[in-house]
């Protein structure tokens, strides 16, 4: 099992940067695929990012290409989500989430953190 918590959130300006953490108890994190999802209120939890277990592939949603990074140290049990040129659209809580698959759905993975709150002021 896997215990997931995020941090780094946070009120930005638009243009600004945040770096989320997504940080990770139990022996097992390195073999799990890590995805990043976020929701605003009243909509879907929306796919971001995902990186696999070794760090080696990453896959991210078309509307955050070239302005998020995904990243992992599977030595200090951490992922990352590097978000830069955050535009107020990219404003909702952002969830990790672990699974065996390197996937965009939200049901594809089986842990979830309690999410960190992004706010990006126009």
């Known amino acids: 099992q896997v215990q997931l918590v995020e941090s780094g959130g946070g009120l930005v300006q638009a243009g600004a940067s945040l770096r989320l953490s997504c940080a990770a108890s139990g022996r097992t994190f390195s073999v799990y695929n890590i995805g990043w999802f976020r929701q605003a209120p009243g909509k879907e939890r929306q796919f971001v990012a995902a990186?696999?277990?070794?760090?080696?592939?990453?896959r991210s949603a078309d509307s955050v290409k070239g302005r998020f990074t995904i990243s992992r140290d599977n030595a200090k049990n951490t992922v990352f989500l590097q978000m830069n040129s955050l535009q107020p659209e990219d404003t909702a809580t952002y969830y990790c989430?672990?699974?065996?698959?390197?996937?965009?759905?939200?049901?594809?993975?089986?842990?979830w953190g309690q999410g960190t709150q992004v706010t990006v002021s126009s």
């Open positions: 990186i696999n277990w070794s760090g080696g592939w990453t």
């Open positions: 989430a672990a699974g065996p698959l390197l996937a965009t759905t939200p049901t594809s993975y089986n842990y």
